[in-house]
């Protein structure tokens, strides 16, 4: 899982137990986490590629990617990430 993903996955844990328990602190930690993320959406940085785009053209070329299906599914991922 990517660290974004994970920073989101603790985020929506500790507001599940503030609404759970109203505990302060479950309070406080979810609005730090959610700084957290909201920082990490300003920035942009939020797609981690599975794989790069020298990483597609080298399993191409060892055989990888049989056939033509398994070839524009990782070009469509690759596309998505770096044409956003």
Same mark, same amino acid.
């Given at each position: 899982m990517s660290p974004f993903k994970e920073l989101v996955a603790r985020m929506r844990e500790?507001?599940?137990q503030y609404f759970a328990t109203r505990d302060?602190?479950?309070l406080r930690e979810a609005k730090r986490l959610e700084k957290q993320v909201d920082e990490a959406l300003n920035? &942009?940085?939020l797609?981690?590629?599975e794989f790069t785009e020298s990483d597609l053209f080298a399993a191409f070329k060892q055989g990888s990617l049989h056939r033509? &299906?398994?070839i524009w599914e990782a070009f469509k991922q690759w596309k998505n990430i770096y044409f956003k």
């Open positions: 500790a507001q599940r302060r602190e479950w920035k &942009g940085n797609f981690e590629p033509v &299906g398994d």
